[in-house]
């Protein structure tokens, strides 16, 4: 017994010198949760451009239209010249869209269409470039001969970079009119370019900055 008492003592006083305590009720709420991010997603839809008749009586006829509905004069000589955007192939370097212009000549604005469909699920920021290696288009690029257009569902004309939301449609037109230069004559070019879907929101820090 006299062995007990002094092996609990040591043990209390073995204690006492932690200088801490403990004693806890707990209790406890689950968490589970998921996360999912959005993404952007332009999607065409559409093809249009502009096709030039030769008419009897040295006269001309300008159509433009969606490339699947298009009517020609019913009393055409013959096509003279078109702009005209079809379906790529689409794969990964592969563009989307080919833009065909040719034997465009003064005096007609050629301008070759295709409607996007933005599908993402946040807004974006929607622009367009075009890039070229051959002076000649750059120039009519610079000079504002050549431009892209964009018109919103409703036939009104966008000014400068449109915000698009889930299921807005824009109809992007690369149009091309050549000035009466003779220099102009007898050229072949190829140009590339884009149009962009960026989802682009400011903020000052990071958030765990």
């Not at 690029?141 to 889930?166: M, T």
């Not at 807005?168 to 690369?174: E, G, I, N, W, Y």
Request: with cysteine; proline share 4%.
């Amino acid at each position: 017994m006299r062995k007990l008492g002094i092996l609990l003592m040591v043990l209390v006083l073995a204690l006492g010198s932690l200088g801490v305590g403990y004693a806890a009720w707990m209790d406890f709420v689950y968490v589970e949760g998921t996360v999912e991010t959005g993404n952007v997603d332009l999607v065409v839809e559409n093809y249009s451009g502009t096709w030039v008749y030769k008419m009897p009586e040295h006269g001309i006829d300008v159509v433009t239209g969606w490339v699947d509905e298009v009517v020609a004069p019913a009393n055409y000589v013959e096509l003279v010249a078109s702009a005209v955007s079809t379906p790529g192939a689409g794969g990964e370097n592969d563009p989307d869209v080919v833009m065909t212009f040719d034997n465009l000549f003064p005096g007609v604005l050629f301008c070759a269409d295709f409607l996007v469909h933005y599908i993402g699920s946040v807004p974006a920021i929607v622009d367009a470039d075009i890039v070229s290696d051959d002076e000649w288009l750059n120039e009519l690029w610079d000079e504002g001969y050549a431009y892209w257009e964009a018109w919103d569902a409703d036939g009104n004309k966008i000014e400068g970079p449109v915000q698009l939301h889930y299921c807005d449609t824009v109809t992007v037109k690369l149009c091309i009119e050549i000035p009466q230069d003779n220099k102009y004559m007898n050229l072949t070019g190829s140009f590339n370019g884009f149009v962009r879907a960026v989802n682009w929101n400011e903020w000052a820090t990071h958030p765990i900055d």
